[in-house]
């Protein structure tokens, strides 16, 4: 099993920068493709970014050139740095892995941090 703890969100200005981060138990996480999604009130989760174990970087079409996905695997850790931050940015911001067992994939969530984007 993965617990996740995501980190960092709050209330910022129109153009801020928020860092989320998210840390992660147990002694696989390296090995893990980690990532952020998204929910807003009345809409669908979205994937924000996602990171292979490798360090390869998947953004969605919304924050490609806004935001940042990392992780540091030393600290069970990734982070979401977001720039230029916008009102249509505020969310809950979850943390995400999949393991494929042998009877079938699982999905683990975060408890969410809320991310809020306002004058």
């Known amino acids: 099993q993965v617990q996740l703890v995501e980190s960092g969100g709050g209330l910022v200005q129109p153009g801020g920068s928020l860092r989320l981060s998210c840390v992660g138990s147990?002694?696989?996480?390296?090995?893990?493709?980690m990532g952020w999604y998204r929910q807003a009130p009345g809409k669908q989760r979205e994937l924000v970014a996602s990171?292979?174990?490798?360090?390869?970087?998947n953004y969605a079409d919304s924050m490609t050139g806004r935001c940042t996905i990392s992780r540091d695997n030393a600290k069970n850790t990734v982070y979401l740095q977001m720039n230029s931050l916008k009102p249509e940015d505020t969310a809950v911001y979850y943390c995400?892995?999949?393991?494929?067992?042998?009877?079938?994939?699982?999905?683990?969530w975060g408890q969410g941090t809320q991310v809020t984007v306002s004058s």
């Open positions: 147990g002694n696989i996480f390296s090995i893990l493709t």
């Open positions: 995400n892995t999949r393991i494929t067992y042998y009877n079938g994939p699982r999905d683990y």
């Open positions: 990171i292979t174990s490798g360090g390869s970087a």
